[in-house]
């Protein structure tokens, strides 16, 4: 089992640019979700899908996108690159358990710098 | 305030001692209660998850939980200088879940 991965660890992009973070998770989850990590700010969700077919809105949704494209992938995109979008972006993904989300766990991680 | 606080430390324990972390959160109806470790460039990776009040031992890890009190922390014992990490304390609400800003945890010989 490879957990769950991401693509690309590293990525620097310019003002204005587009591009897309790519999750997948072998482990049959059915909830996905997508974190930026800041200094001192913590982990930050920007959007999570409950279940294949369903997206919704984090804490900081603005300036991004995300697609559920079946139920092992996730993937979240930048339509116009900004320098505050700079930061680390973890994909992960849980069993859904009653009542709500359970434990979660996370993908390596893609370093975004834009300049 | 935040809704869920941690000391962000660093909190250095020597080798060998019992590192104490601790969390409080302002959502009553908070329901499950998680920490991860995070190691310095590294993704965070689940330790310890608790549902009740209580304590749950896991190995050298103990977390506790105080609903009543609303808090939950996370026992190392006989604390070893790979336990040098950030400390995550995560809390899922009827709706979300909130991740705490983390407690640097050092580990001196």
């Known amino acids: 089992n490879a957990g769950v991965t991401q693509t690309p660890k590293f990525q620097v992009l310019k003002t204005g640019q587009s591009m897309t973070l790519q999750c997948a998770q072998d482990m049959n989850h059915n909830s996905m979700y997508w974190y930026r990590q800041d200094p001192g700010m913590g982990l930050r969700l920007i959007y999570y899908?409950?279940?294949?077919?369903?997206?919704d809105k984090g804490e900081v949704p603005n300036g991004y996108n995300v697609s559920r494209l079946n139920k092992r992938e996730f993937s979240l995109r930048l339509e116009s690159a900004a320098p505050s979008q700079t930061s680390v972006y973890f994909c992960?993904?849980?069993?859904?358990?009653?009542?709500?989300?359970?434990?979660?766990?996370f993908g390596p991680g893609t370093r975004l710098t834009v300049t | 305030q935040k809704e869920v606080e941690q000391n962000s430390g660093p909190l250095s324990v020597p080798e060998g001692a019992i590192a104490s972390l601790n969390c409080t959160y302002s959502?009553?109806?908070?329901?499950?209660f998680f920490w991860y470790r995070q190691y310095s460039g590294k993704s965070p990776e689940l330790i310890m998850s608790i549902y009740s009040n209580g304590d749950k031992e896991d190995g050298r890890f103990t977390a506790q939980l105080n609903k009543a009190s609303q808090y939950v922390s996370l026992l190392i014992r006989d604390s070893q200088p790979s336990d040098s990490a950030t400390y995550l304390c995560?809390?899922?609400?009827?709706?979300?879940?909130?991740f705490g800003s983390g407690t640097r945890l050092s580990i001196r010989p």
């Open positions: 995560a809390v899922r609400g009827a709706s979300k879940i909130i």
């Open positions: 959502d009553r109806g908070s329901q499950s």
């Open positions: 899908s409950a279940s294949e077919g369903t997206t």
């Open positions: 992960a993904s849980s069993v859904t358990g009653t009542g709500g989300w359970d434990e979660q766990y």
